[in-house]
């Protein structure tokens, strides 16, 4: 009687496909329009190679060549290490499509402006980068797939991080991030900030992980209405970011900004479920303020501060619960 060797099934190609926004939410990878704007009653073509953008014209395909050949071109290679491990590749794609899709890659970039406090200084567009790690939401299997995961970490840091990656790794990053920088600057607009983005187990061992270059689509003054919209105000960009990931989507509400972005809505939390932040969340400033500016003597000293007084509090057997606005 012959046996059959365990052979795990082969996913099949749509299973573990990394998908670009413009896939996810079909679009146009050049000008983002859909089939419905343009009056077209089928989808748009696919990159004959990597399969992972749409274009909804050859002319926008040769308008955006400049860029997507720089990932293009690792596409195989990327293929091959997903192609031998179709599990790992699913997971991945899962994570990509959840958090390129349009709803979380709104909220993602508005979290971008306000951690590189872009109405003040939008010059950090070039000069830092985000980090982020998210976990499986403790009951994903009972809330909604757009709700699966949630925010473990966020910190922004310089953007030289980026060169302690691999030489090889580092040269494409480089490449690329000039690549989108220069068209989407090119149209009057921020920019792209690189972000770190990865999702990991309840451990915090990374899952998986990937470079993730966030274009921000929008001039100064439109980013500066869109916050304002959404109203970040003066909270930090990780608590708030972790708030609204932790909220089913159906929550949320959509605004339209002043000066309004092209007539799209931006999400937003209703005002219900605005919290106001504990004190704590200043030391997530300072944490972020000694990687990006070491030399600032504030940082250091009320950090000391703090710690002096946590100690004297701690001695009288008190806690600092009450240090909230």
């Not at 990374?206 to 003054?221: D, Q, V």
């Not at 209405?225 to 959509?254: C, F, N, S, Y």
């Not at 030399?295 to 501060?305: H, M, P």
Request: net charge positive.
């Amino acid at each position: 009687m012959s046996t059959t060797p365990n052979v795990a099934p082969k996913a099949k190609d749509s299973d573990f496909l990394i998908k670009s926004s413009s896939l996810i939410n079909k679009r146009c990878h050049t000008c983002q329009k859909t089939p419905q704007q343009l009056g077209v009653d089928r989808p748009f073509q696919v990159c004959s190679r990597c399969k992972e953008v749409m274009y909804c014209s050859r002319k926008c395909q040769r308008e955006n060549w400049s860029v997507h050949k720089i990932p293009c071109a690792r596409s195989k290679e990327k293929a091959i290490i997903f192609g031998n491990d179709p599990i790992r590749a699913a997971r991945a794609a899962r994570f990509v499509k959840w958090y390129e899709a349009i709803p979380k890659l709104d909220v993602f970039r508005q979290a971008a402006l306000q951690a590189l406090d872009i109405v003040n200084h939008p010059e950090n567009v070039d000069r830092k980068a985000l980090r982020l790690r998210l976990k499986l939401h403790p009951e994903y299997k009972q809330r909604e797939p757009v709700d699966r995961y949630v925010l473990v970490e966020g910190l922004m840091l310089p953007k030289e991080t980026l060169y302690g990656c691999r030489p090889l790794d580092r040269q494409f990053l480089t490449e690329y991030i000039q690549a989108q920088n220069d068209v989407v600057k090119g149209r009057g607009q921020l920019g792209v900030v690189p972000v770190s983005i990865s999702e990991v187990d309840d451990n915090g061992s990374i899952m998986n992980s990937s470079w993730w270059i966030l274009a921000l689509p929008f001039t100064h003054e439109e980013a500066k209405g869109i916050l304002q919209a959404t109203k970040w105000d003066d909270v930090h960009w990780e608590a708030r970011l972790r708030d609204i990931l932790a909220t089913p989507e159906a929550e949320w509400i959509r605004v339209v900004p002043i000066p309004n972005t092209k007539g799209q809505f931006h999400f937003g939390l209703p005002e219900n479920l605005l919290k106001e932040y504990p004190f704590g969340c200043l030391g997530r400033r300072i944490s972020e303020m000694r990687l990006n500016e070491p030399r600032s003597q504030f940082a250091w000293n009320i950090n000391d501060g703090l710690s002096r007084t946590s100690e004297r509090m701690a001695a009288r057997g008190g806690n600092n619960q009450g240090w909230s606005r």
